[in-house]
């Protein structure tokens, strides 16, 4: 029983050493990358399995680059628009709670 509990702790005190010698591949760095992004965010379920496949599939931008969840795309676009009519106050408010009302649906 001893020697199994000491094969443990050697096992925990040996193994991290050798995972932290080896050299993260870009792939790896990524889905790192995107899992703290996720968590940051506090994605859960669907949500986060839609971020994680959006954030790995995004192969143009680095690994530590933040990719958009399809939520804050639309907010973007959205945005963008208002922006481009310059408009201010409710009217923008309206505009783009009408917006991202026709992008749900």
Known sequence: MKIA?????LAGVVGPATAADKAMTPQ????TSCNQQATSQTLKGDDRKLY?????KNSRSA??????????????TCNAQAGRQTLTGDAR????S????????
């Open 28 to 31: 790896q760095q990524r889905m």
């Open 63 to 76: 690994p530590g680059e933040k990719s958009l969840t399809p939520q804050q795309q639309k907010m973007k």
């Open 52 to 56: 994680m496949s959006n954030c790995l």
């Open 93 to 96: 408010k309206t505009f783009i």
């Open 98 to 105: 009408n917006c991202l009302k026709k992008q749900t649906g």
């Open 5 to 9: 509990l000491i094969m443990v702790l």
